[in-house]
């Protein structure tokens, strides 16, 4: 296992994700808190991608929760079946919806133990919630984020959770607020799985990574 990085390397690497994209942004299509929730709890093992070609007609028709109840179960099925797990993803957005509306008045709550209580919401959700919406530097930690920061020694862990841990330990306070952004990118598109794309990546000097695909 690659080991931890120290501060001033790590600071280099965000450095140079900070230059290439200032303001990175999470490609969930969204209009509110609601509407962020579902998009986000509707991407668990599922793509960005196609979560965005269900939801685009749905949060026309369905952006609160009172209308999500209104249009029922099945009529949510009808938007989402084209995405992965839908029948137990369709009954999870139904129930934290009838949550939202009889026990916080139709508004999402800005806490995480708030947002976890919600059916299918867990801590990855709430932190990219958090993030997105109310701009608190919580870090969500997803396969990208997990093979990256171990991969790259920027955040070394055994799991998720340690991992998150390692990216607020050990990663600049200036650059959390972005660091789960530039990480999930940089792993989407760059530091692949299968074949990481090396000589395109802009920190191959920075990293430590023993099989760079050269």
Known sequence: MVKQLGYHQIRAIFDRFHAAEPEPKGELEHVNAYTLVVAVALSAQATDVGVNKATHALFKIADTPEKMLALGED?????????????????????L???????????????????????????????????????????AVDTHIFRVGNRTGIAVGKDVNAVERAIEDNIPADYQQHAHHWLILHGRYTCKARKPMCGNCIIRDLCPYEDKNL
């Open 75 to 95: 009529g949510l099925i009808e938007h989402i079946k084209t995405i992965g797990l839908f029948r137990q993803k369709a009954k999870n957005v139904i129930k």
């Open 97 to 139: 919806s009838r949550i939202l509306v009889e026990e916080y008045g139709g508004v999402v709550p800005n806490s995480r133990a708030a947002l976890q209580s919600l059916p299918g919401v867990g801590r990855k959700t709430a932190n990219v919630v958090l993030n997105m919406w109310w701009g608190v530097p919580a870090q």
